[in-house]
């Protein structure tokens, strides 16, 4: 009876920390959508921004956090699957390894900022590329390879050895069994870490600070070699050092709406994909 009163007890401390957390969550979400809201319109979304950034719209900064999402995304995506494939499937578990594997993990707990100075000194002047939608995406694959490293790791060590043997012992090579059996029934789970990956590189200010965004710049890109303008960027500047900030505020609480719902956008077709790859496999 203590027992059951003791779990009791537990559960209803567990469920009341889980609802505050997503009350967080929703309160937060409510209260940028009230202040955004009223700014969303046609216009603010298909349009540059005008007079001193204080009117128009945010159409640059769209393009070019989506033209960044997909830059990093095509960098990070094939070099993190291909380096997991190998530390799972082909290295074992020597001491380089294990070497790598913990290098890869304080990797990813470097801030950002200092992945933009990386980025600016490698990729802006010691490469040449300038300050350009090829050095930010560099710059922020960089930063996001290690989650996608981690999670296509798991997913593939989620994968039971038996499908590995069976295979073996059908004639298979190893990498016609990681190519057509362990990397099909393991994508799906791959497609978590892509999501997390995509949802960190929107978001990111410091590393296309020193490497790509532009203050001002109303015009799209034409070439790789070009700045862009980037809503977390554009979203600091409006908020904190814009020329007039009470102009400006509701503007920057529909940049972050704005923000908000291209990451869920993205998130949801990720997650419908990872459904039908999982009902496919099933």
Same mark, same amino acid.
């Given at each position: 009876m203590k027992k059951q009163v003791k779990q009791n007890i537990a559960f209803g401390i567990f469920r009341g920390l889980s609802l505050i957390v997503v009350g967080i969550l929703f309160w937060i979400l409510g209260f940028i959508i009230y202040q955004g809201c009223g700014v969303i319109s046609w216009e603010f979304l298909t349009t540059a921004p005008t007079e001193g950034m204080t009117a128009g719209g945010i159409f640059p900064a769209i393009v070019g956090t989506l033209c960044l999402i997909l830059g990093s995304s095509v960098i990070a995506f094939?070099?993190?699957?291909?380096?997991?494939?190998?530390? %799972?499937?082909?290295? +074992?578990?020597?001491?380089?390894?294990?070497? @790598? &594997?913990?290098?890869?993990?304080? =990797?990813?707990? /470097? #801030?950002?900022?200092?992945?933009?100075?990386?980025?600016?000194?490698?990729?802006?002047?010691?490469?040449?590329?300038?300050?350009?939608?090829?050095?930010? %995406?560099?710059?922020? +694959?960089?930063?996001?390879?290690?989650?996608? @490293? &981690?999670?296509?790791?798991?997913? =593939?060590?989620? /994968? #039971?050895?038996?499908?590995?043997?069976?295979?073996?012992?059908?004639?298979?090579?190893?990498?016609?069994?990681?190519?057509?059996?362990?990397?099909?029934?393991?994508?799906?789970?791959?497609?978590?870490?892509?999501?997390?990956? @995509?949802?960190?590189?929107?978001?990111?200010?410091?590393? /296309?600070?020193?490497?790509?965004?532009?203050?001002?710049?109303?015009?799209?890109?034409?070439?790789?070699?070009?700045?862009?303008?980037?809503?977390?960027?554009?979203?600091?500047?409006?908020?904190v050092s814009g020329t007039d900030l009470e102009a400006t505020r509701p503007l920057a609480y529909g940049t972050a709406l704005v923000l908000i719902v291209i990451v869920l956008i993205i998130n949801l077709i990720a997650s419908f994909l990872r459904k039908k790859l999982q009902k496919y496999h099933a």
């Open positions: 094939p070099i993190g699957i291909l380096s997991a494939v190998y530390t %799972s499937e082909y290295a +074992g578990n020597g001491f380089w390894i294990k070497f @790598i &594997r913990v290098m890869t993990n304080n =990797l990813g707990g /470097i #801030p950002s900022i200092v992945f933009g100075l990386f980025g600016m000194a490698l990729f802006v002047r010691t490469l040449g590329f300038g300050d350009s939608i090829i050095a930010g %995406s560099f710059t922020l +694959g960089l930063l996001t390879l290690p989650l996608v @490293i &981690r999670t296509t790791e798991e997913a =593939l060590k989620a /994968i #039971p050895d038996t499908f590995r043997h069976s295979s073996l012992a059908l004639g298979a090579t190893k990498w016609q069994t990681i190519q057509r059996i362990i990397l099909p029934m393991a994508f799906p789970n791959i497609i978590t870490g892509l999501i997390l990956s @995509i949802g960190r590189v929107s978001g990111e200010t410091a590393p /296309i600070l020193f490497t790509v965004a532009a203050y001002f710049l109303p015009q799209l890109p034409h070439s790789i070699y070009d700045q862009v303008m980037a809503l977390p960027y554009h979203l600091y500047v409006i908020a």
